[in-house]
């Protein structure tokens, strides 16, 4: 079996060459001139962040242990302002956030400097880059296209929804988004910011939830140490002095993916990159390695297997994308909701894109997303219902890519001469029809199946 995987699923079709990344203009193409746009949704990962282990404080040039790019949180005094009900406490507002690292036994903890960050902490660096997106967002949708008013009143609660994982770096990511999005001329509307229990989660899988998604996941992490573990040893002369004597290996502990992660947080913030980790071949190598054993089952030979994968890792939160569009298309302007915002991780990214069939095996960057518009075709006269919704077309970005969606290639699925404007109705076989269980059985039905 080969280390690196094929698309399964599918017509073959060009595939993103970026990570996700949107510019200021969000990759916006003006649809044909009788298209409106009726509806937009966006599911992002998080800014950038600080690594979630400390890894590679041996190289050369160290990594350094404490990350001080955390000046800008102040949620503890933006709770007790609420709490109180008042605008001065000078003398809460002096406090100051310190990072506490436990020190060996009988020794005092060390103390950090103010503006250290937690491991995995959204970074001033990230707080920017959602602002700026939350800016792009606004002029958009907002100023260009009219989707959503200038101002908001109470009244329009419903035309947005905004929602997070529950972990501090997506909520705060979150939060800078509606900054920008919102603007200073809505100081006085109160968005509605929607966060789930753990345990209610879908915009991630949740193997410990569901027992076989757990044991997909095992069997393609397994598969993944089998055939990439042999390869990564011809690295080791190199990994293993930077990383206080580990070897690079996918099921160690700790992990190759750690190694991953310190990197791609060390460029998102323009830090010194050791040099045995400069070599794009290594980097290749342990990025796919990972892609593999956290992602594998998405593309399963099995074509069964790899619709059950898809189904009980992201299968309730795709439907629940398409939703809100079908009750645009049947409802008409009954149908409130003009503007999603969905902050999510790099796991929501990449399980959607493999959903889609448009997955480029390349790691998403910080504040990546996936861009999904709804336009509805003026000149078409037949009324829509839930079953078929003619003259209704979705638009997909991977940042600022327009994606040709596989499952819309063939004629009739998409807009005369613009593939990348999908039928609403060959949009729902993708996101809802083709990761129906045969039988009809509910996910909780099959989690229990091992």
């Known amino acids: 079996m080969s280390p690196t995987p094929t698309v399964a699923e599918g017509v073959a079709a060009p595939l993103p060459t970026g990570r996700g990344q949107f510019s200021r203009t969000l990759g916006w193409r003006d649809p044909p001139p009788h298209l ?52 001065r406490l000078p003398a809460l507002t002096q406090i100051q956030r310190r990072i506490e690292v436990a020190g060996q036994p009988g020794e005092s903890p060390e103390i950090g400097q103010q503006g250290d960050c937690l491991l995995g902490e959204l970074t001033d660096v990230g707080r920017l880059s959602m602002l700026r997106l939350g800016q792009a967002l606004r002029k958009r949708y907002v100023d260009l296209e009219h989707l959503l008013p200038t101002t908001l009143v109470a009244g329009d609660q419903d035309k ?24 200073p001329q809505n100081h006085a509307f109160v968005p509605h910011e929607y966060i789930r229990n753990p345990l209610d989660e879908d915009m991630l ?35 293993s002095p930077s990383d206080c004597g580990h070897l690079p290996r996918v099921n160690a ?44 089952g998405y593309r399963a030979p099995d074509p069964e297997e790899r619709r059950q994968y898809r189904r009980l890792a992201l299968g309730p939160f795709v439907e629940s994308l398409y939703r809100p569009m079908e009750r645009r298309a049947v409802r008409g302007d009954a149908e409130p909701l003009r503007l999603s915002v969905f902050l999510g991780h790099d796991a929501t990214l990449v399980g ?36 078929h919704q003619p003259g209704y077309y979705v638009r997909c970005r991977y940042g600022d890519e327009e994606l040709r969606l596989p499952g819309c290639r063939a004629p009739g699925q998409h807009y005369p001469g613009r593939p990348e404007l999908c039928s609403l109705d060959a949009f729902r076989a993708i996101m809802v029809d083709r990761l129906r269980h045969p039988q009809q059985l509910t996910i909780q039905d099959e989690c229990n199946m091992i």
């Open 36 to 87: 409106e746009l009726l509806q937009a949704a966006y599911v992002l990962r998080h800014g950038e962040r600080t690594p979630v282990r400390r890894r590679l404080t041996t190289a050369d040039p160290p990594v350094s242990s404490t990350w001080n790019l955390c000046h800008t949180s102040r949620e503890f005094e933006r709770s007790v302002l609420h709490m109180v009900g008042t605008d």
């Open 160 to 183: 947005l929804y905004l929602r997070s994982t529950a972990m501090g770096r997506t909520i705060q990511s979150l939060d800078q988004v509606i900054t920008g999005l919102l603007g």
């Open 205 to 239: 899988p949740y193997p410990r939830g569901c027992r076989r998604l757990h044991a997909l996941m095992q069997k393609y992490a397994a598969e993944a140490a089998r055939l990439y573990n042999p390869v990564l040893a011809r690295y080791d002369h190199l990994v």
């Open 253 to 296: 502990s700790p992990a190759v993916s750690g190694l991953i992660d310190t990197i791609r947080s060390l460029e998102a913030h323009a830090l010194p990159i050791p040099p045995a980790f400069q070599d794009p071949s290594l980097l290749e190598l342990m990025e796919r390695a990972v892609l593999h054993e956290w992602f594998g």
């Open 352 to 387: 959607l894109c493999h959903i889609l069939d448009v997955f480029n095996d390349r790691w998403p960057a910080f504040h990546a997303g996936l861009a999904i518009e709804l336009f509805r075709d003026r000149k078409e006269t037949a009324p829509a219902t839930e079953q």
